[in-house]
């Protein structure tokens, strides 16, 4: 680098911040900035009018007290300036300029010693090549410096400042005092001290700066990512105002074209109701007009026929007047005045505009979804959990936060609002609760603030109602709560007693729910179908019996017998939920009987089969207003309207003697497939959704509990399965 650009360099790095000059007595400040001091002490005392006691720093606005002597004097110097300030001054020709350090005179300084490490002024050098000692010392002249040499200079070494000392460099670090001492020093002042070399000391202490700068240097590195990450955070941000303005713009827009529209088509109302009511007006008038027209015209020819006053002509067209007047009166008295009606405009629901801007750090491509499972039984309620996260993926929660579910069928239909419900738990997560009210794909769509989530949409599978065996009761035998054939069974929808006609031993026993034995009714015959009452009573149908059907109060009291001459051979019976009617499967005669509950009223005869003997069992299903019929000729279950007309069979191919049948709380049909030994369910629809076979041997009826559980009777293993 030329000398010159070099020097110009350093004049501008030992210019004041402040004063743009170059510095004069320079301090520095903790922050390392340094500046002239009567320029810090100038913006001290202006600081100070402002009634501030503390300065920001020019350079970096880092803040400082102001000292109490208001003069910044006793800030350290910075050795760097004063070098540099040194430096500048041998090419300044002013009255600061270098000056000689041999000789008392003060003469600017002309030359430099490297050896003796001192200016000389001409003089000076002269006196310093003559002697032998020193003629061989390198030396440069001031008028002749290279940009290596000013290097060199800026290097030199260090001088003492003590009196008598400044020909002696700062070679030593005394470790107690903190300072650097040339050699005399380090005996006079600092004897017994800890004393190293001062570049042994510098490089320690250089080991430890260069820790610090390194942990700035790594902050700074921080700092500048946060920096980086935090344009881009913006430029994102700014990105989503943008799109959540252009959707809002589109909305709006939408709106106000759909709100054009219906002003259009609302004028157009408008206009058609005037144009019928000028229509009429117009109709009205024309009315009138024609029968002032008549009336005048008569009126003139019978005025000129009074006026001319001739007798016979009066005598020969006075009937004909009289008769034209009495018609046109007549006839005009029918013209009324067109009253048009009121017209109004009622508004039935103002445009409502349901939106609003959310401003929240929630970040809808963060947020998580949490137990969300793929498959889930039907009418059971199911759960999972919306987790909203920052963008740094940390869980936040924002009150403001708007949080939209929508679960949807295949064919598009959505959930009540009953069906799901959001609860926010205050903390950044939300349980959702859904209950999927039938079988089939189901797809979810989530939104955060108006803003669909990434995966959505997810589909769930909605699987039939799975049972699980809870336990089972009974024994062969003849005591309590033993069986010899358990047949048909019951349970109150009340009490949520369990009632099992015993076939073999001549009785029904009672459990409660839990499978312990309450009671038993005496019989004379078999009982082959029973069922409750809604008040709790048993109604119970014994054909050894002379076929009777039998009507028992729970404790076991008999009440009546229910005879009626509508029935031939009833096998078996249920009731409907109010009591008013019962079913009855009539063998002999071959059909599904509906009578009142006293037997005395015929509501419908159903010609459930060709086959004789072959219905087992039949149950009215109230949702659906449809009889269902198992036949065990057939191998399938008939299914019959309110009127009893055959819609259509479930299980055809796949069922094999089936007898016992039952809806559960799901609206599905249970039915007892005896020949293959198992349960299986079916919607109402025939459609087959599943099995239970686990563990039946002969499964003949069953009965569905107040709370969903399903009883099974196993007449060959005399045993009674409940599943929950």
């Known amino acids: 680098m030329d000398v010159q650009q070099l020097f110009k360099s350093l004049k501008k790095e030992a210019e004041c911040p402040l004063c743009l000059e170059t510095v004069k007595d320079p301090k520095t400040l903790p922050c390392l900035h340094s500046f002239c001091l009567v320029c810090l002490d100038k913006h001290a005392h202006y600081t100070r009018r402002l009634l501030r006691k503390a300065i920001k720093c020019p350079v970096c606005q880092a803040s400082f007290q102001i000292p109490q002597e208001d003069t910044f004097g006793s800030l350290p110097a910075s050795f760097h300036l004063n070098r540099l300030v040194d430096l500048l ?13 041999s000789c008392e005179e003060n003469n600017t300084a002309t030359h430099y ?3 003796c490490q001192s200016f000389l002024c001409t003089t000076c050098f002269k006196a310093h090549q003559r002697f032998k000692a020193t003629r061989g010392h390198k030396n440069i002249s001031v008028d002749n410096l290279q940009a290596n040499d000013v290097e060199k200079l800026i290097r030199r070494p260090v001088m003492c400042s003590e009196q008598y000392h ?32 001062v570049q042994k000391a510098a490089d320690e202490q250089k080991m430890q700066i260069d820790e610090a700068l390194k942990k700035v240097k790594a902050k700074v590195f921080i700092l500048e990512n946060e920096m980086k990450n935090q344009t881009e955070l913006m430029n994102k941000n700014k990105t989503q105002i943008s799109a959540a303005r252009e959707k809002m713009n589109e909305t709006v827009d939408d709106c106000i074209r759909l709100l054009t529209e ?6 157009a109302k408008f206009d058609e109701i005037n144009q019928a009511h000028q229509k009429a007006h117009a109709t009205r008038l024309k009315n009138f007009q024609l029968a002032v027209v008549q009336l005048k015209s008569s009126l003139e020819q019978g005025e000129n026929i009074l006026e001319r006053n001739i007798n016979a002509e009066i005598l020969q067209t006075k009937p004909v007047i009289i008769g034209r007047c009495e018609d046109l009166l007549r006839y005009t008295n029918h013209h009324e005045i067109y009253k048009p009606p009121r017209v109004h405009y009622v508004i039935e629901q103002k445009l409502d505009i349901s939106d609003r801007v959310v401003v929240s750090h929630t970040d809808p491509s963060s947020t998580l979804v949490n137990g969300l499972c793929e498959k889930v039984e039907e009418q059971n309620e199911t759960y999972f959990f919306i987790i909203t996260r920052d963008s740094e993926e940390r869980q936040c929660y924002n009150e403001v936060d708007c949080i939209k579910c929508d679960i949807r069928t295949s064919t598009g239909d959505s959930f009540e609002t009953a069906d799901l419900k959001i609860e926010d738990n205050e903390d950044g997560s939300y349980r959702v609760e859904y209950t999927p009210p039938h079988i089939g794909l189901y797809e979810l769509k989530i939104e955060v603030n108006g803003q669909p989530l990434d995966g959505s949409t997810w589909s769930v599978q909605v699987i039939p109602h799975q049972y699980q065996l809870k336990f089972s009761f009974g024994s062969n035998g003849s005591g309590p709560g033993q069986f010899d054939g358990p047949y048909d069974i019951a349970v109150d929808k009340k009490t949520g007693t369990v009632a099992v006609s015993d076939y073999e031993n001549k009785r029904i026993q009672l459990f409660d729910i839990t499978g312990r034995y309450l009671r038993e009714i005496g019989l004379r015959a078999y009982c082959s179908s029973l069922d409750f009452t809604e008040s709790g009573d048993i ?6 019996d002379v076929h009777k059907i039998s009507l028992f109060s729970e404790e076991g009291q008999f009440v009546k017998h229910i005879d009626s ?5 009833p096998f078996h019976i249920s009731t409907a939920d109010d009591d008013d009617y019962i079913t009855v499967c009539d063998q002999k005669n071959n059909e599904v009987t509906v009578i009142s509950s006293d037997g005395t009223e015929l509501e419908i005869r159903i010609a459930a089969s ?13 949702e659906t207003d449809f009889y269902f019929v198992s036949d065990s000729k057939t191998d399938c279950v008939k299914v019959f309207d309110a009127e009893g007309n055959f819609l259509y069979d479930i ?5 094999s003697y089936p007898v016992g049948l039952a809806t559960d709380k799901f609206n599905n049909l249970i039915v007892c497939d005896t020949g293959n030994q198992r349960l299986v369910i079916f919607t109402t629809e025939g459609d087959y959704l599943t099995e239970i076979e686990q563990c039946f041997h002969t499964p003949y009826f069953v009965a569905v509990s107040k709370d969903g559980d399903v009883l099974v009777t196993d007449y060959e293993k005399n045993c009674v399965y409940l599943f929950h």
Not at 89 to 101: K, M, P, R
Not at 182 to 189: A, L, N, Q, R
Not at 539 to 544: D, H, R, S
Request: net charge negative.
């Open 89 to 101: 001054a041998l090419t300044d020709g002013g009255t600061e300029s270098q000056q000689c350090g």
């Open 113 to 115: 010693c490297f050896e």
């Open 166 to 197: 400044q020909d002696q460099p700062l070679e030593y670090y005394c470790k107690d005092c903190n300072v650097c001492t040339c050699i005399k020093c380090s005996v006079v002042s600092h004897n017994h001290h800890t004393m190293v070399d």
């Open 262 to 267: 219906h002003k259009a088509s609302m004028n």
């Open 539 to 544: 109604i119970a149908v014994t054909p050894g």
């Open 565 to 569: 001459e509508h029935l031939k051979f």
């Open 610 to 622: 060709e086959h004789d003997q072959s219905m087992k069992y039949a149950i009215y299903h109230e």
């Open 651 to 655: 299980g055809r191919g796949r069922l």
